[in-house]
């Protein structure tokens, strides 16, 4: 069931969503890291261009569902856990790899999945 989930035509618009966001995202971030910004700051700044990205796609046209005044509450509740994910891994690699670029890019299909899920079953609903 979850597998056919995932392989549903609003999971791949989810998706679309989803990279031209991550575009957004890593190319902010990497313009900041070159910008002498430190890791978190850099992707901080990424992932905050993406939110508004990503909430105005979502809500526009993966879910339709823009009128709602619960769903963007929800959402940024959605947005912490990711944010929160997001650092984590970003700090992680910074750590262990030196390279806060590789946690960003590990960072990104767990966020997708939990966003897909909690936007799906929660915000959006």
Do not use: C, E
């Amino acid at each position: 069931m979850v597998k056919q989930m995932f392989l549903q035509r609003q999971f791949l618009v989810f998706v679309a969503g989803g990279l031209l966001t991550a575009l957004i995202d890593i190319g902010l971030m990497q313009l900041a890291l070159r910008a002498g910004l430190p890791p978190l700051t850099s992707a901080s700044l990424g992932f905050v261009a993406g939110l508004v990205v990503n909430y105005a796609f979502h809500a526009r046209i993966t879910f339709a569902r823009l009128s709602r005044s619960h769903s963007m509450w929800r959402y940024l509740v959605v947005v912490a856990i990711n944010y929160g994910l997001t650092l984590l891994l970003v700090a992680l690699a910074q750590a262990l790899l030196g390279s806060p670029l590789a946690g960003k890019l590990v960072s990104l299909p767990v966020v997708a999945a939990n966003g897909f899920l909690l936007s799906k079953f929660w915000v959006f609903k």
